[in-house]
């Protein structure tokens, strides 16, 4: 069956249901999807409430639906949720989420807060590479349901944000001993092992226990013979343990502690593209063509680090203290302490240059391109500590008219040793942390028959052409916020919802940065020379100290209206808030940035429909008046300086957006079996006006990329559609419950950087703009066979994209400047069985 035809069969058989919720999922009973819909329980106001009932716009997924489309992490959640993607860049662990434009960029707080449990992800505090603030790997195993909550939810929540939240719920502890035992066998070698087991060990007692091991090697083959022979690997161990203490009638203690650990081959790109005659480009281009004559194919790429890895260790301990003071008043305490390390030595950008051969003079003498390694004296990228305390209240008046909620927040980052890397920039080196090697490409260039002579005379310096940058750091976070947010019945019908939070960020970075030169002329040796990176420190260390800090009110005022039980039409004004920062790495007059503010509207509808056909259909509009908003700018070094800085990023508070957009989510049940299910999103973003940096002709930074307005914001389709149909078998009860399900997620084009809009770019590009990705669709099969002729063994078979389709999920946009661009590539298709016992 071709493409066309997979896709016109999943789309008439879900349009029929008139654009379906995501929300629910067909439990192992047999119920239908969106029958199960109106009764789904969430805690997206911090309280237990009817997915139904909550006036927010909300994509919930239980763990059925989890393992059924194979999620195990955050890319996975980005495709099957609208409005909600995944900035692939640092590769899967080091994800961050995007909903409705609003993006997290290197260096800047999340735009999207990532919660287990009620408690915020940890943060990472590498002063050059994300890490931590996301879900890392083991985070999608026994999970009650993952909620994505779009909008700003800057009122209830620990962190501020101008997105949203994804909350990951756990599965708490029961009164019943059970368990299960899953084992899962697929291509590319996968081999997963799930384990969970409750004990009831007293009444007032209970126990939960978990455990999650999943390998899987790598689909995207390495052809340069130099380090591990495939990337994008699995490789990872989560435990988990929970614990319910009743120590009295009224007073409850919920522990949970989890440890995870990964150790990969780590993230890579592909090399896609070449501007021959631009700065690196006709490297580029000759690797490209060396690639095309060994027919080398769409899942391969090339590394130039040995030893090339990716490990993340993380353990948290979170304990939850809740007391049932009264029946109009509930005391809860939410204590947790995290640590995440991670080591990342990586070639990123899947770079294998070499320089041509000098017949009789000099051979081809290979090069590396910002590549990342540990810093020599730092422990890996990231070796931080997060401790969070909320002490909260939560009352009712009584007589159903008026519920409350109040509380205090704190959370303390703090350094546990210093972390860094060591970056190699268009250099040779043999031994990168003993500063072992050489500048071949200004020793070429000094070579020119024009240049050459000059330098012998002292008349212009040595051209330096590569360097190797040093970068380490210790980052410390606080963050303090008071809030209270109430509901008042002002009919029986009519609520009004009121909510004021007070936030005070502070961060404190201490970073060191040097950039080393080699000598160039007019022979390649001898020892570097150091210099500071930053024009206001100085040798031996650079040393720089830099602190910021912001406060700001954030707040909710909302209606809705129920006419009929199952109708809720609401409306709302939030204003949302994201801390300010500090980017070391950035030229210094940019190193600090502020807070960045949205003016958040919105409006919509909730039904649910019962009956002989049954179903449910959700719909909310928005907009989105963004100010000082935190825009990703380039710098490069300045040649008429000729600094020898590598190439850097940093926000800056250059912009002002406006975004809007409509959400649709419903789900239909034509008749008992058949679940229909589709969700749509409409994102329409633009930048109205830029302020982008002017840096003085002395500075060794120059702005290498701009934004202009009228620009769609990053990492924001227009369109994304997610449609699922799934259809239980009318076998009788003997055989157990047998269905079948397919899904197809389209994401139209969206842009990922602006860096090469200009027209030499896009004519070199063969006439298109490289910073936008094309369409992507994607479509996923599943077979389950539940409760197999009445034992207690359930058989899943599944299949993602099952077409095989090739497509892009990020390019950094480096064709402009560095004469190249590479790609992050989505998964290719995957296939395999789980066999799951229960008891």
């Given at each position: 069956m071709t493409k066309k035809r997979y896709f016109a069969l999943i789309a008439s058989t879900s349009l029929a249901s008139v654009l379906a919720p995501k929300a629910g999922a067909q439990e192992a009973a047999g119920r239908n999807v969106s029958t199960a819909n109106a009764d789904i329980i969430v805690t997206a106001r911090r309280v237990e409430e009817r997915l139904q009932d909550v006036p927010i716009s909300i994509t919930v997924f239980n763990q059925q639906e989890i393992s059924r489309a194979n999620i195990v992490n955050a890319e996975d959640l980005a495709k099957l949720t609208p409005s909600l993607s995944a900035n692939t860049s640092f590769g899967s662990e080091n994800s961050t989420f995007a909903i409705r434009g609003f993006v997290q960029d290197i260096g800047t707080a999340p735009s999207v807060g990532n919660y287990f449990a009620?408690?915020?992800?940890?943060?990472?505090g590498s002063p050059s590479i994300p890490s931590g603030d996301g879900a890392g790997p083991g985070s999608f195993f026994d999970l009650q349901n993952v909620q994505v909550l779009k909008g700003p939810q800057g009122t209830l929540f620990g962190r501020n944000t101008t997105g949203?939240?994804?909350?990951?719920?756990?599965?708490?502890?029961?009164?019943?001993?059970?368990?299960y035992v899953e084992g899962t066998l697929g291509n590319y070698d996968q081999r997963r092992l799930q384990t969970v087991v409750n004990i009831p060990v007293a009444e007032t007692f209970r126990v939960r226990l978990g455990v999650d091991r999943q390998k899987r090697d790598g689909w995207l083959r390495n052809t340069s013979g130099i380090g591990p022979s495939r990337f994008n690997d699995i490789d990872y161990l989560a435990a988990r343990a929970s614990i319910v203490a009743d120590l009295t009638p009224n007073l409850e203690n919920y522990m949970i502690a989890s440890y995870t650990k990964s150790d990969t081959s780590g993230p890579l790109q592909k090399l896609i593209a070449c501007n021959p005659g631009v700065a690196l480009g006709d490297f580029a281009c000759a690797q490209l063509a060396?690639?095309?004559g060994k027919a080398e194919g769409f899942y391969t790429a090339r590394s130039d680090v040995e030893g090339a890895k990716s490990k993340t260790e993380t353990w948290q301990v979170i304990n939850t203290t809740t007391w049932q003071a009264s029946d109009h008043l509930t005391v809860k305490n939410i204590a947790s302490y995290a640590q995440l390390k991670q080591t990342l030595r990586s070639a990123l950008f899947g770079t294998q240059f070499s320089t041509p051969a000098i017949p009789g003079f000099l051979p081809s003498v290979p090069f590396n391109f910002a590549t990342v390694i540990p810093a020599p004296n730092a422990k890996g990228l990231s070796n931080q500590s997060t401790f969070t305390e909320e002490f909260q209240l939560q009352g009712n008046s009584g007589d159903g008219r008026l519920t409350w909620?109040?509380?205090?927040y704190y959370e303390r980052s703090a350094p546990l040793s210093l972390t860094g890397s060591q970056s190699p920039n268009t250099i040779n080196c043999t031994d990168i942390a003993q500063l072992q090697c050489t500048d071949i490409l200004g020793f070429l260039a000094n070579l020119n028959p024009n240049v050459t002579p000059l330098v012998v005379a002292g008349i212009i310096p040595p051209i330096q052409a590569g360097s190797v940058n040093y970068t380490v750091g210790r980052l410390t976070t606080r963050s303090i916020g008071t809030?209270?947010?109430?509901?008042?019945?002002?009919?029986?019908?009519?609520?009004?919802?009121?909510?004021?939070r007070y936030t005070w960020d502070r961060q404190q970075s201490d970073t060191a940065q040097i950039s080393y030169l080699f000598p160039t002329f007019p022979v390649p040796v001898g020892p570097p020379t150091a210099s500071c990176t930053r024009g206001n420190t100085s040798l031996p260390d650079c040393a720089l100290q830099l602190s910021q800090k912001s406060s700001a009110p954030t707040w909710l005022v909302g209606l809705d209206f129920k006419p009929v039980e199952d109708l809720l039409l609401y409306a709302k004004y939030a204003r949302g808030y994201r801390t300010g920062g500090i980017k070391s790495d950035a030229p210094v007059a940019f190193s600090v940035f502020r807070p960045e503010k949205v003016d958040a509207y919105e409006i919509g509808l909730k039904s649910s429909f019962r009956g002989p056909v049954r179903g449910n259909f959700n719909v909310a509009a928005f907009y989105n008046d963004f100010s000082d908003q935190q825009l990703q700018v380039g710098f490069a070094d300045n040649p008429a300086v000729n600094g020898g800085v590598s190439a850097t990023a940093g926000p800056v508070n250059a912009g002002r957006s406006r975004i809007y957009g409509v959400e649709v989510e419903a789900g239909l049940n034509p008749f008992d079996g058949l679940s229909l299910n589709a969700s749509y999103a409409y994102l329409n973003t633009r930048i109205k006006s830029v302020d982008l940096p002017q840096l003085p002709p002395t500075d060794p930074y120059i702005v290498s990329s701009t934004v202009l307005p009228g620009d769609q914001l990053a990492l924001a389709p227009k369109h994304k559609v997610v449609l699922t149909a799934n259809y239980m078998l009318p076998l009788g009860e003997g055989v157990g419950a047998v269905?079948?399900?397919?899904?197809?997620?389209?994401?139209?084009?969206?842009?990922?950087?602006y860096a090469a809009r200009d027209a030499a770019s896009i004519a070199a590009n063969g006439g298109r703009d490289i910073g936008v990705l094309a369409p992507i669709d994607l479509l996923n099969l599943n077979f389950d066979w539940r409760r197999i002729a009445g034992s207690p063994v359930d058989l899943s078979l599944f299949m993602t994209n099952v077409t095989k389709e090739r497509y892009y999920t990020f390019t950094p946009g480096l064709f402009a400047v560095a004469?190249?661009?590479?790609?992050?590539?989505?998964?290719?298709?995957?296939?395999?069985?789980?066999l799951r016992y229960s008891f």
């Open positions: 009620d408690v915020v992800a940890p943060r990472g949203g939240a994804v909350l990951l719920v756990p599965q708490k502890p029961t009164s019943a001993f059970e368990g060396d690639a095309e909620q109040a509380g205090v809030y209270a947010q109430a509901n008042y019945a002002l009919t029986d019908q009519l609520k009004l919802t009121a909510g004021i269905s079948v399900g397919a899904t197809y997620s389209h994401t139209g084009k969206q842009r990922v950087n004469g190249f661009e590479v790609a992050n590539l989505g998964e290719p298709q995957t296939y395999g069985a789980r």
